[in-house]
Every structure is written in structure tokens, then in C-alpha cells.
């Protein structure tokens, strides 16, 4: 017998290849080969210089603000001793920092009004055409206020064949779902823009309960393909072939800032 | 991990110039032992993935301020645990559980003892990725990496209290499902 602490700690699998990939997608978009990261790059002799005197400077301004209500200039030094190193500051940022350079892809924000689109789970019990989406990764339904019955796709047909034998789509539900908590959301990890009116966009349900709700969408690439600061559930893959993209969706309740991560999959069929 | 110093150095240097090689050198050498440690705190290998892909981002970027102060292997470890800590505090989901936690105290279990089974690595993981997140987490930071409760509750800015609890619901829900596999 072995203790669960041996076991958890043992590494025997190694990640896909799909992940340095998509890392080193990231690191094209956001650290560019050829350009140095700024701040990594200064040495940590002039990382202490620019800390001490960015110390100082603060001291300064506090000396210099103290300095303010007192008439009597008798510390004079001090502030030109401040406004030396200030100018040496300046001298080291100029010649070292580099930006970098990022480059992200943005598709416009639509800006549209409540879409109905969003309802139609309530209003209109229309059959969706792929099984509540309960994967294990992903968090929680939507607050919907009746139970609606949502059809499940034929087992033969091809898409369920499909969607069975896929890894990223395992455990899906039945279709039964719980609307009883009001703070959870449901975001499928699936959507077939196809144009047949059925799961054509990617809709987060529930979404209307939150404020400032964020969505990024990156490729396999790690290239973001869509992204808004007020995401209404428009996004509908435009220019994005077939595949897993990886998303990252947050939101605001209560005043607190809320993430929720995972990926989805397009089929066009 | 054994380390040769030189091979570490060498690699450091050109992951700070955004030498591609070297970087994915760095990955290559940590990858798999770092996909252990988001395997256990993620719900699925696919999760896990992510996470290890946007922890590595984070060593690449913070790669700067690393100080030689510890190993280089306990660095990396660290970033990497800090930003999955720091993934699960902000995910709704993780939040909405530990609100929905009822305080009551459980009965007081030796938080000591060692649990025991004769699953195998994998099996045992996979279970543990079934888990209620935030009861993941929890347990992994206590029972894995050894935290006390104290340390976690400040980590995931929780009370003592509930992170208390949460662990030992943690190995109820363990143990039970544990006696199942057994028969």
C-alpha cells in the first residue's frame, strides 16, 4: 500500500506536444525572439539602483511634500540629491528598457442589444442540437426559471458518433439539468456555426448576471481570434476553421472578479 | 530533480534573451514533473494542460527576478503552484463552492494520518481530479505540498475555519470513494 502523498506526487505522463506549441505561439506574440523582455534582461546590479532610488524618490516626494508646510528649507540638499537621481532614473530607463512589442489580433466588440438568442432555452423549448453540456472542467448551468426539456441527438446519427468518441467532449449530461442556483453559469464546450439557427454562436447562459463580462478566445496557436470587453454571446467563429480554441471568460459579482477557463470546440458541419 | 549548474545557467541566460531553444530546453526539463503538479489540482488532463501552459508563460516572464536564492528547480515549482493557487482563487467555481460550504465542524479526523490504497498513481489522480475543486485544492496544498492550515487559508484568502473544514470533507469524500474501489 502506498499513501496517497507518494502517489499524487508521482509524474508518469507527459503533456501533448499540442501545449509547447501553443506556448511557443504565446511567446511569439507576446516575447518576441530578437527583442530582449525588458525587465528581465537589466542586470541585478541596476534592477537594485533603479529600487534604491525609486526608494528615494519616493522619500523625496514625501520629504519634498513635509517640506511644503515647513518654511524653514533648512534640508535644501536633500531635494537636489533627489532630483539628481532622478535624472540618472531617466538616463538608465532610455538606454536599457525595451518594450515589447504585442501584438494581439482583436476582432471588433459587436456591440448589439440583449440578443435574443441568449433566451431561447426559456422562451423557446426549441430541441438544441447537441446534449446539455456538463463537462466536468467547466462550471456550473445557468439560472433558468422553468425546466425545459432539451432533445439529445439521435444515437446514430454521425455527430453523436462524433461527439461520443471525442476526449474533449466527454461527460456529457443527459440533459437534466439543476436551475436552483442563481450564481452559476454554463458555458458549452461546443458550438457548430453552420448557419442552421442552432448553436451557431457561442453562448455563455447566465451571463446576464454578471457586470463587465471579458471574453478572449485564442487558437491553437495561442493567437487570440476573438475578443470583447462586453461580451453579449455574438461571437460566432468567424474566420475560425474548425478545432479547439481555449477561452477565457471574466466577469464581475458582488464586486468580485470571477474567471472561468476551458476550451471549445467549433465543427462547421 | 538533479540539476548540473552550468546546463541551468546556460539555459537561463538564453531564456532571457527570448532564445527560443533554450526556452523550450527549460520546458523539456520541467514539463512533466510541473504536468504532475497541475494534473492533481485541475479536474481533468485537459485543464491541467492549460495550466501548465499559462504557468510556463508566467516562469518565462518572471524569469528575471529568479535569485538563485533557492534551486532553480524550487523556483520553478513555486511560480508554478503560485499561479495555479492564484487561477483556482479566481475562478467562479471554485468560489461558488467554498459559499455554498455549510461551517458546521465536522468530526475531528488525526489530519495526520496517512491515508493508504492499492490504486496505482494513475488511478488514484483520476479520482482525485473528481474532486469538488476548491476540496481539491484544498487537499493538495495539505495532504501533497504539506502546507499548514494556517498558510492556506492566507493563500486562498479564505478563513482558517472553512479551509479546515474543507479538508476534512476532503478525505471523507476520499476515503469513501476509496472503500468502494476496493471491492
Known sequence: MNTIKD????????????VWERLSGRLDVEMPTGKSSSWSNLSVAKKTVIGVVSGLLVLGGVTLGALAYHPDRSSKPNDLAVLESM???EEVIESEVVEPKVVVEEAPAEELP???????????????EVPAQEVSNKTEKAPVKQNVKQEVLPANST????????????NLSDGSVDWSKPTQLRIPNL?????DGVNDLFVIEGLDQYTSPKLIVRDKNGRVVYQSNNY????????CPEGIYYYEFTFFYNGIENQATGRVRIIRT | MKEIDSDIEKI?????KNDRLSQRQLYDRYSSELFGLCRRYSSSDEEAEDLLMEGFMQIFKNLGSYQHKSAFGTWVTSVMLNFAISHFRNSSRFRMEILTENMELLENVDEEEQIRTNLVADQLLQLIQQMPEAMRVVFNLKAVDEYSFTEIAQMLDKKENAVRNSYMRGRKWLMERL???KD
Not at chain 1, 502517489?7 to 499540442?18: G, Q, T, Y
Not at chain 1, 453579449?232 to 474566420?239: L, S
Open chain 1, 232 to 239: 453579449q454571446n455574438t461571437w460566432g467563429g468567424r474566420d
Open chain 2, 12 to 16: 537561463i541566460a538564453g531564456c532571457l
Open chain 1, 7 to 18: 502517489l499524487l506526487k508521482e509524474h508518469s505522463k507527459s503533456p501533448s506536444e499540442d
Open chain 1, 191 to 195: 458550438f457548430t456555426p453552420n448557419g
Open chain 1, 114 to 128: 440583449v440578443v435574443k438568442e441568449v433566451k431561447p432555452v426559456v422562451e423557446n423549448p426549441a430541441p438544441e
Open chain 1, 159 to 170: 455527430l453523436a458518433k462524433q461527439l461520443a468518441e471525442d476526449p474533449v467532449l466527454k
Open chain 1, 87 to 89: 535624472d540618472k532614473i
Open chain 2, 179 to 181: 472503500k468502494l474501489e
